[in-house]
């Protein structure tokens, strides 16, 4: 599933490729992607351009002169200049190019919202805290933490920070020496800043190399990422730990996989 990394890596894609370029055809594939963005909106974008890229959390915002469409790739959801065979939607633009929305499982949504009312999308006003915003300060997060729940449970909460999903979360927490079991209010002040300061730079790391590609994720051009290379915990149970050569453990929180060191992420901080 595309996290912040993967999302962040196709709006440059998308950014470099299409600003400024006329969208000349519509062709939905799939009719329940009209579900969230009815056929005459969609239409309505026909001889507009691309104005603008943006990103907030794991969510995709084209902005075509005034009209917005919000995608979000879910699973298995890809945005590829040409089809690959799970073709769903065919934006054709005015100089040829294409974006085809890809997807396997179906899951990825597609929103058409007038630019002007993007801050009141329900979707987008209900998420968090966004790394690399003004608003991502030491004491935002602290506050984040003011709660019993599970420290990597948290940080895949959406509405509480936005823009980490499964392999990321698990990789801060290695990073930061934390255990995912944790709970969010026992975390030392120095804790929560090595977390505060690992999940960007992770992030920035990521970005850097395109993201991670385990199985569906591409890039806006249609390449696979690379820092699964660099994945320190997350796919390695069993594995020894690249800081100490413990045994990796696995297990599961909330129905997701969960990766970590048990020597570098003692289950509990401080105790005797
Ligand atoms: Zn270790």
New binding site residues.
């Given amino acids: 599933m595309p996290e912040l990394p993967e999302v962040e890596t196709i709006r440059r894609g998308l950014e470099g490729l299409l600003v400024g370029a006329r969208l000349a055809a519509v062709e939905v594939r799939d009719p329940r992607l009209l579900r969230d963005c009815p056929l005459p909106d969609l239409e309505g974008l026909r001889g507009k351009a691309l104005e603008r890229v943006a990103r907030r959390g794991k969510f995709l915002i084209l902005d075509f002169s005034g009209l917005a469409l919000v995608i979000h790739l879910r699973m298995t959801g890809r945005l590829l200049p040409q089809e690959e065979g799970h073709t769903r939607l065919v934006l054709g633009f005015s100089d040829g190019k294409r974006l085809v929305l890809d997807d396997p499982r179906r899951f990825a949504t597609l929103h058409c919202v007038r630019a002007e009312r993007l801050e009141e999308f329900e979707p987008l006003r209900r998420l968090g805290l966004e790394p690399f915003t003004a608003s991502y300060t030491l004491g935002n997060f602290q506050k984040l933490l003011q709660t019993k729940q599970e420290i990597k449970r948290l940080l895949l909460d959406q509405r509480k920070l936005a823009g980490l999903g499964n392999i990321y979360a698990n990789e801060a927490l290695f990073r930061a020496g934390i255990h995912p079991q944790r709970r969010a209010d026992s975390l030392s002040l120095e804790e929560a800043q090595r977390l505060f300061e690992a999940i960007p730079q992770l992030l920035e790391e990521a970005i850097a190399l395109q993201g991670t590609t385990i199985s569906d994720y591409r890039t806006a051009t249609g390449d696979s990422g690379s820092f699964q290379l660099f994945l320190k915990v997350y796919g390695r149970g069993g594995e020894p730990?690249?800081?100490?050569?413990?045994p990796i453990e696995q297990t599961s929180q909330g129905g997701r996989s969960t990766y970590f060191?048990s020597?570098?992420?003692p289950e509990h901080h401080g105790s005797v």
């Fill in positions: 730990c690249p800081r100490c050569g413990a060191c020597e570098c992420q």
